[in-house]
């Protein structure tokens, strides 16, 4: 019994980390496509924290751009999340 119970635990946390690692803003899009008004999906492999929040990217060279300036790529981003996609 005791046994069942410590893999169910491992298995839970083993998802909460899957979970952690997946969730980003923008719903997973790129930040820097998002900041130009470009909606790119990603599986949030290369990521950036900033403030507490992590950020998608679709890849190395959208991650180095946002580098440049993190601060006012999230907010473009923010203000381009909000507009409905395809205007």
Do not use: W
């Not at 969730?23 to 599986?43: Q, R, V």
């Not at 679709?58 to 907010?75: C, I, L, M, V």
């Amino acid at each position: 019994m005791r046994h069942s119970f410590v893999s169910a635990l491992i298995a839970i946390g083993l998802l909460s980390v899957g979970a952690g690692a997946q969730a980003g803003e923008f719903n997973n899009e790129c930040t820097t496509a998002l900041s130009m008004g470009k909606h790119i999906k990603t599986d949030c492999s290369i990521s950036e924290t900033l403030k507490g929040k992590v950020y998608c990217f679709g890849n190395e060279e959208a991650r180095q751009t946002f580098r440049k300036n993190p601060e006012a790529t999230a907010a473009k981003a923010a203000l381009n999340a909000m507009k409905p996609k395809g205007l």
